[in-house]
């Protein structure tokens, strides 16, 4: 069969003048970090930090043990306040507001700023209960059946759990104390949700839950993971922010950007050598 009988010959016009497609607007910034420094007593632990963090995007912090990533994740909602010696310099602000000005109050920065740790740590109390403690701290006056629901439904974990919400806590899995922790944080109703590896107590597929969870959750919040699982930062990030430690074993950022660019098109030699696994 001959498919070029009787057919005109087909021209296509390209139009050359076209302008190069704008590359897409980036969301707006929550957290901008000036020559931030944290210092255990004379020990400078991360120097001139300058970064900005994005809504409704999840932000990883990668780099070698020791390098600054909780110093600097424990700023963002002013955590390093409980650690007698610790001090910041340099500005971070948080909507534009200084995190840091003395009339700002940090009870109510850790309410809109929630925090997951590494190891899940539910309160020996149950699951219900787990998810009500902050909304009762704050007086939240609204239908405690209803916010903890809500909480639970948004944490994945409504479903595996409904039918045992006066059972203790301490009677879930590890993921599934994960995603209660991460409850706990939601029904407290944060604008952003810091995580410092949350799935290193995990097996892989919980791991992956927490993953897929992120992905929706930032829909809604802004999210900060520290993580040292590589495949998690590039599954799993918007921008990745690289850090490492000099001979001073003070931490710096050698990079941030893109996620897609961190890992496929790294600026710096140690951004390549640590995506790639040839350190750290
Ligand atoms: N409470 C503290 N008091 C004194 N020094 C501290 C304190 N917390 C952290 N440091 C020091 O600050 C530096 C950075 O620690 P940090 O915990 O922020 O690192 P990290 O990147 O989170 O490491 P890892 O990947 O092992 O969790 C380290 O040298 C650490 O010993
Ligand atoms: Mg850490």
Known sequence: MDLTKDKPPVTVELDLTEPPAEPPALPPVVFDAKDLNVFYGAFRAVGDVNLEVRQNEVTAFIGPSGCGKTSILRCFNRMNDLIDIARIEGTLTYHGVDLYDPAVNSVEVRRRIGMVFQKPNPFPKSIYDNV??????AGV?????TVVERALHKAALWDEVKDRLKASAMGLSGGQQQRLCIARAIACDPEVILMDEPCSALDPRSTLQIEDLMAELKRD???????HNMQQAARASDATVFMTM???????????????????????????????????
């Open 221 to 227: 919040y802004t999210i900060i993971i520290v993580t």
């Open 141 to 145: 006056k609204a239908d405690m059946d």
């Open 246 to 280: 000099g001979e001073d074993r003070a931490g710096f950022v050698v990079e941030h950007g893109r996620t897609i660019d961190i890992f496929t098109n790294p600026r710096n030699q140690l951004t390549e050598d640590y995506v790639s696994g040839r350190f750290g």
């Open 132 to 137: 009500a403690y902050g909304p009762r701290l």
